[in-house]
DNA sequence: AATGCCATGTGAAATGGTGCACAAGCGCCT
DNA sequence: AGGCGCTTGTGCACCATTTCACATGGCATT
């Protein structure tokens, strides 16, 4: 009964709304910083990119208490939106594969900052285990079950050759964790209780690439048109 | 009217349909590899892990001339997923900001696989000015429009730290480049002409936290219910 | 040449998300 | 105390995307 007391909205928020949330954050840390008490959801939405009508119904997924005519406290969303995003516990991550990829996204400062402490690293590769990487010793990928273990991580990042990526996922799985984020350049499966996502770099730049093609054949067919 | 003879489905592909080309370009690829000269849509729909009818009609939107019964030709599918991503002709791409993860990326391999070769490094620090990475020497900044000039690049990739992304986007605009890919987390803004991705790793960390709460919390209620 | 099998291509319904427009409500100022 | 201006919260319509179901049509086999 003491836990019902707690949010009402869990029942579900959609995803592209959860997927804001992170950008929403951003944006309401630093304002805090900056002394910053009230936010209006047009100044919300302007620093976040996105309607402001858009971030009025994102908020009211949460317990945002935005107050009419003033707007929201920026602290008590901050508060909030942490909460959603994980509970407002830090996550401790592993890093599969520690290539040119793994090597930088063990030293990147995002992921402490987001909650996320790169808590330990694991290669196949023995020339690589046993070496110190962002001031963590590399494993032996057989070790990454004990490691898991070790360390409570529940979450997993893949960043090995796409020929390895879908065996270093099932190691992952096997270990127990249960959101994994890949990065290696290949569609991988996992069980349905476990959570993927997908990174991938050179798609990106794929996607931009059609959209500069296809303005490029639009000015030209424009210009033979006339 | 000649040139009318060619595409006709320039006219538009939706941006759902885009994103997954470059997936199924990949199956796609090992398959010719593999000697494969059919395929089905309900074999490229596992391959690229989405549903087969979504893969025939993305298929409608190009020139894919399935022929019922037996499925579309692997290698016209390869050429004409690769003519509207890009024309078939390499984009060479300049990365601002030789930090932890500018480096990886100016080493990733699957941007020179994917079409995408690395032309140039930028950095705003003179300490990095000069230093040879991946092949390329990296230059100053302020070099950003002569190399750019030099090399006809007209995709760039930020990798500076949140604080000087902008800058870095605004200085890319100003070269003439019309394609960013953005990893600096934080949101920034361009002119309308040039189009603008975002990848943000942190976030994408976020998100997974999103379902890992949104899970423990469901499953611990789920029992206090019982 | 005819028939059966099999996979494409597509109309149409279902789904999910976005943005407008406006009613409701809170605080400040008089 | 009352009224005004500002901002939230949300019903509704629009749009994009996904998915189903089925008609269409080619190929191989007899």
């Given at each position: ?9 869990d029942?579900?928020?959609p995803d ?9 954050l951003r944006?309401?840390?630093e ?6 008490g ?6 919300l ?29 920026v602290?008590?969303?901050?508060g ?5 995003l994980?509970?407002?516990v830090p996550s ?13 996204l ?13 808590a ?10 046993g ?8 494993r ?9 273990a070790?360390?409570?991580?529940t979450v997993?990042i893949?960043a ?6 879908q065996?270093?996922v ?5 270990s127990?964790v249960t959101?994994i984020?890949?990065f ?14 997908q990174?991938d770099?050179?798609t ?12 490029a ?9 006339g």
């Open positions: 009964m003491a836990d019902a007391a707690g949010p009402r909205n029942e579900a928020i592209a709304t959860v997927a804001r949330l992170p950008i929403y944006g309401l840390v304002l805090s910083d900056d002394g910053v009230t936010v209006s959801s047009v100044v939405a302007s620093l976040a990119g996105v309607n402001a009508a858009n971030v009025r119904k994102d908020m009211s997924y949460l317990h945002a208490d935005g107050t009419r005519g003033v707007g929201y406290d602290d008590h969303l901050i909030e939106i942490s909460l959603v994980g509970g407002g401790p991550v592993v890093i599969v594969g520690v290539g040119n990829l793994g090597r930088a063990s030293r990147y400062d995002g992921f402490v900052a987001g909650g996320f402490p790169v330990g690293l694991v290669d196949a590769d023995p020339a690589v285990v070496r110190r990487v962002a001031g963590n010793v590399v032996s990928v057989e070790d990454l079950g004990a490691l898991v070790e360390t409570g991580c997993g893949v090995t050759p796409a020929s390895a990526a065996a270093a099932d190691s992952l799985v096997a127990g959101s984020l890949n290696a350049p290949t569609v991988v499966t996992v069980p349905e209780r476990v959570d993927l996502r990174v770099l050179a990106e730049l794929q996607i931009l690439g059609y959209h500069q093609h296809h303005r054949v639009e000015a030209r067919s424009g210009r033979a048109t």
